[in-house]
């Protein structure tokens, strides 16, 4: 196991979610790639945001059954797209309440990323660039640019040097993982 002892399962919109999510916690240094379940995303285009409120109440509660045993942790990632972090929130509170789960608490072995405009607006901002949360950077970064920014982002994160010109989400995000004293 890492030298945190955890296990992650990540939910994300899709791929480049993951994929940004994963090297975040390998360079935190909380998980190897064994120890990180990352769940399916649908084929497809546009589907990824509904498929993560869906997903997130039956994961939200396997994860609080699974945490009173072994240290599991459920991270989320998905964009706000025009959306406000708070509403996004809303949404998956909504999602859980209309399957009978209790909404999200900051008790829970969890945390949520919530990326306004999109993933792509933190990239551009870690790799040193202005963003605001309205433009949308996606066709401006590859996924080089994201691995490299999830790198930035974990050091970041533990350091607490996320920064005052950062977006309000990713100064959020980083708060809301550090909550999990992990």
């Known amino acids: 196991?890492?030298?945190?002892?955890?296990?992650?399962?990540?939910?994300?919109e899709d791929e480049r979610h993951?994929?940004?999510?994963e090297k975040f916690l390998i360079q935190r240094g909380l998980a190897h790639r064994r120890e990180i379940f990352l769940q399916p995303v649908p084929a497809g285009r546009g589907a990824g945001e509904q498929h993560v409120r869906k997903r997130f109440p039956n994961e939200l509660k396997a994860i609080r059954s699974q945490s009173q045993f072994q240290r599991k942790f459920l991270l989320v990632l998905i964009d706000g797209d025009g959306r406000s972090a708070s509403q996004r929130h809303q949404q998956l509170e909504l999602a859980c309440k209309t399957t009978g789960v209790t909404p999200f608490g900051s008790n829970d072995p969890a945390c949520v990323?919530?990326?306004?405009?999109?993933?792509?607006?933190w990239v551009m901002f870690l790799l040193g660039n202005a963003v605001?949360?309205?433009?949308?950077?996606k066709q401006q970064v590859s996924e080089a640019d994201r691995r490299r920014a999830a790198i930035s982002l974990a050091d970041r994160c533990r350091e607490?040097?996320?920064g005052d010109a950062a977006p309000v989400s990713l100064r959020t995000a980083c708060a809301d993982f550090n909550r999990l004293k992990i």
């Open 160 to 162: 607490n040097e996320i």
């Open 18 to 21: 993951l994929r940004f999510a």
């Open 113 to 121: 990323f919530i990326p306004c405009r999109n993933l792509e607006t």
């Open 132 to 137: 605001d949360e309205q433009t949308d950077y």
């Open 1 to 12: 196991m890492s030298k945190g002892g955890c296990r992650f399962v990540i939910l994300g």
